[in-house]
């Protein structure tokens, strides 16, 4: 176990000496690669079935939304419940429900069922990804927040660079239901995993208040982001980002399949190639904010990442859309991740779970509508059109960060209201 101080804090050991946070680590790692399947496979199925990248659209949208209505309640279940067990829970859930699909599909198409399937796993996702970044600051001390973050990261992009590409080979061979089914198999190993690890909750020098109504504490996480300067123009500005780019991926897809006639294999190769910018801003973003501070990083982030997103429409190569897309998860890593640190930093542990599930239901709000927008404009426009359209938008976002508190260097620092 994490050696802890008098005062009942964690001793700022080397994250690699951490068992929990290492068997944490790992589990995660290994789920993450699996989950890349289905990111590919998913979007695969509704392709070959249908042929419609509107289709693929409005699953998303419609993942999205339920993910956002999960997101209203998440976070009172993670700061009321056992986070530990609710992780657990929402593992074997996602197993059952992802290992659904390729039983059924067995006895043929049957688009019908993920629109059930996608949806629930979602909004049971939405929970566990609450609980995640709950679980990082019980696991870690604060001053490492950003660095452990960065490796989860890392690591999770480096498996995500094989996920992809066996998740190609694997749709092309034996179908997307196949890859459907190891990402099924990897939340049963991501439960076990967690089942291993205590968490601590001795992150706060006060007691948390005592509880109230269920509609008051759904509201405390809206009220300490509003109360936050910078927390308050980051949730505005990256839910606007998200509408803009929730799509992005099958807007890809359905590019390289139906505008330049490439594989499965290909679509495959090109996301893992891509997830290589996610591993390299994973791992330079804490260095990167210690040199820079906070709003130089995140907004240098974002505009970089709506430069590439604009050039992408401009090629027809198929290795430098890949570049070009590897330079765009690059960015969003790093602004992710500054981002979700500065949360876990700034709120205390008894209302981590609700602010940060405030957080991801105002962020995701404009999401699925920003997909179904965008693949839409696809379908009528073209991808060319929509990529430079979608860029633009991600830059201006960063020039509109110029002026907010989102520039300041230490917002870590930055006095905020509790409820």
């Known amino acids: 176990m994490t050696q802890t101080e008098g005062n009942g804090h964690r001793t700022a050991r080397p994250l690699w000496r951490d068992r929990d946070f290492g068997v944490f680590w790992a589990s995660q790692t290994l789920s993450v690669a699996g989950d890349s399947f289905a990111y590919i496979a998913i ?9 419609s990248v509107a289709q693929m659209g409005l699953l998303t949208g419609v993942a999205g939304a339920a993910s956002v209505c999960a997101g209203i309640f998440a976070g009172v279940l993670v700061d009321r419940l056992d986070r530990r067990a609710l992780m657990i829970f929402c593992d074997l859930t996602r197993t ?3 290992g659904l699909v390729p039983l059924v599909w067995a006895f043929g198409p049957q688009v019908w069922l993920l629109y059930v399937v996608l949806p629930v796993a979602e909004a049971v996702g939405m929970v566990f990804q609450v609980t995640y970044v709950t679980a990082v600051r019980n696991l870690v001390p604060g001053e490492r927040i950003t660095e452990a973050n960065g490796r989860l990261y ?7 660079i094989g996920g992809p590409l066996l998740a190609g080979v694997v749709s092309g061979q034996y179908g997307p239901t196949a890859a459907i089914a190891i990402n099924a198999a990897s939340f049963a190993v991501s439960a076990v995993g967690i089942y291993s690890l205590r968490f601590s909750r001795d992150g706060d020098a006060a007691p948390a208040p005592p ?9 405390a996480g809206v009220r300490f982001l509003w109360g936050h300067p910078v927390l308050r123009a980051l949730t505005v500005l990256l839910s606007f980002f998200i509408f803009l780019t929730l799509g992005l991926t099958d807007v890809l897809i359905y590019h390289l399949k139906h505008d330049l006639g490439q594989s499965d294999g290909t679509v495959g190769t090109v996301l893992a190639v891509a997830a290589v910018g996610t ?7 804490a260095p990167i904010r ?15 990442s709506g430069l590439a997103v604009a050039a992408v429409g401009a090629s027809r190569s198929v290795p430098v859309i890949a570049t070009l897309v590897a330079v765009y998860l690059g960015g969003v890593s790093v602004a992710g991740i500054c981002s979700m640190s500065l949360r876990q930093q700034v709120t205390p542990d008894h209302l981590l779970g609700r602010v940060t599930s405030a957080f991801w239901t105002i962020h995701f709000s404009l999401g699925p509508v920003g997909a179904a927008v965008l693949t839409w404009g696809v379908s009528r426009y073209g991808a ?3 990529y430079p359209l979608a860029g633009v938008g991600c830059l201006l976002i960063a020039v509109v960060a110029l002026f907010t508190p989102i520039r300041r260097p230490d917002p ?8």
């Open 211 to 219: 509880r109230r109504r269920p509609w008051l504490e759904l509201l």
């Open 43 to 51: 979007p695969l199925l509704v392709l070959h079935v249908t042929g």
């Open 290 to 304: 210690r040199r820079l501070g906070f709003g130089t990083s995140w907004i240098g982030a974002l505009a970089v």
């Open 412 to 419: 870590e620092h930055t006095g905020h209201a509790v409820p």
């Open 384 to 386: 060319t059109t929509i």
């Open 154 to 160: 890392a690591t999770s992009a480096a498996a995500g």
């Open 96 to 98: 059952v429900l992802y």
């Open 279 to 285: 591993v390299a801003g994973s791992l330079i973003v």
